[in-house]
């Protein structure tokens, strides 16, 4: 639901010191309603309001950037882990590539817990920068994570999917507690 001109109006010139550009919504459900989608339904944890409202999956994605760091390795031009657009980016006291892969559970903070429920698939996005919006004319970095990160799926895999089970604050810098499999 559009919360009108003048929200706009107003949050467009305290964030972007413009005019317009951005638009206030407001999502009026108190829990997600879109249905889950397809390629996640045989994963064993998902429960349908991980779904989320907005986003393509889960409403939570987590970026381990060692992960992003290892790919960058392999890569002619590294890319930011923003291209990624995960919700939650780690950095690890110890570097451990792709160790999100078997966690399965995710602790942010005193309170707030989510169940891994699903790996990230990924879509076209990573190959747009997103600091130009233009797209890797070699399809990359998803044609070197398909080298090596495509496992079952129709698309390679880089960070998890998460469900909120026990809703808490999170912030900048939190402590993230991890069980493994």
Not at 55 to 68: C, G, K, Q, R
């Amino acid at each position: 639901m559009v919360c009108g001109d003048r929200f706009n109006k107003w949050f467009s010139q305290a964030i972007l010191k413009k005019e317009t550009g951005l638009k206030l919504v407001h999502y009026p459900y108190p829990k997600p309603v879109r249905v889950t989608s397809p390629d996640m339904k045989s994963m064993p944890f998902i429960r349908q309001e991980d779904s989320g409202t907005f986003n393509d999956a889960t409403s939570y994605m987590l970026m381990n950037l060692a992960s992003v760091d290892d790919l960058n390795t392999r890569l002619k031009n590294p890319v930011d882990a923003q291209q990624f657009r995960g919700g939650f980016e780690l950095k690890m006291d110890v570097k451990d590539p792709y160790a999100e892969d078997h966690w399965n559970w995710v602790r942010i903070g005193e309170d707030a817990v989510f169940r891994s429920v699903a790996p990230c698939t990924r879509c076209i996005l990573p190959n747009i920068n997103e600091q130009t919006g233009k797209r890797d004319p070699d399809g990359e970095p998803l044609k070197t994570l398909r080298s090596y990160r495509l496992f079952n799926y129709s698309s390679p895999a880089l960070g998890i999917h998460l469900g909120l089970r026990l809703p808490g604050k999170v912030k900048a810098n939190d402590v993230v507690y991890v069980e493994d499999n």
